[in-house]
């Protein structure tokens, strides 16, 4: 069973494949004979060419004896990934494009955190890029981000959480519920201190 590490470092299921094959000390041919397919077709899925069928992975699990719907999941996952991965990319390229990441020399995405994605995404970019970071990560993560970070701002950020409350956490009684997290979050500095 692969690991989430190998799922992030695969760029498809063909590299899943052909770990497989060799595991298995099978020829891509033999394979493709057994599943009905031809040897071309497997190469093409191996190497990305092209996705699975489900009636081709259903035949690749029965002919290793796979657990059912194990590739199709793990296609799915790496779709998934794939698809995070390049709208988390762009939604850094806007940043820069911004001039919001001017203080970080060689800053890439895959060295900022999301919670600062989060923040600056919320902070420097508008509503349709906002409402891509709920595409990227939980709703409960992007509050748990907000809340800690920028809600308890004070007046320097309020109409921008005044609109994320009401907009994307459907609070009724933002600028109470700013005031009150501002309030906690000074208490417990204070208790830190």
């Known amino acids: 069973m692969l690991t989430n590490y190998y799922i992030c470092n695969m760029k498809n299921i063909g590299q899943y494949l052909d770990q497989i094959v060799k595991a298995n000390n099978c020829t891509q041919a033999g394979v493709a004979r057994g599943i009905g397919i031809s040897r071309q077709l497997l190469n093409y899925i191996i190497i990305g060419r092209r996705e699975l069928t489900l009636q081709q992975a259903l035949k690749i699990e029965s002919y290793f004896n796979l657990p059912e719907g194990e590739i199709l999941k793990l296609q799915t996952e790496i779709s998934i ?36 994605l989060i923040e600056k995404v919320f902070i420097y970019l508008d509503i349709s890029q906002i409402s891509i970071l709920f595409e990227l990560y939980r709703r409960e993560f992007i509050r748990k981000v907000w809340r800690e970070g920028l809600a308890i701002q004070g007046n320097y950020l309020l109409n921008l959480n005044v609109m994320i409350a009401l907009y994307y956490f459907d609070i009724a009684k933002p600028e109470q519920y700013l005031k009150r997290l501002e309030r906690e979050h000074i208490k417990n500095q204070l208790n830190y201190a």
């Open 81 to 116: 990934f794939n698809y995070k991965q390049k709208i988390k990319q762009q939604l850094f390229e806007h940043l820069q494009k911004a001039k919001t990441l001017w203080s970080y020399a060689n800053t890439s995405v895959q060295n900022i955190s999301d919670e600062e």
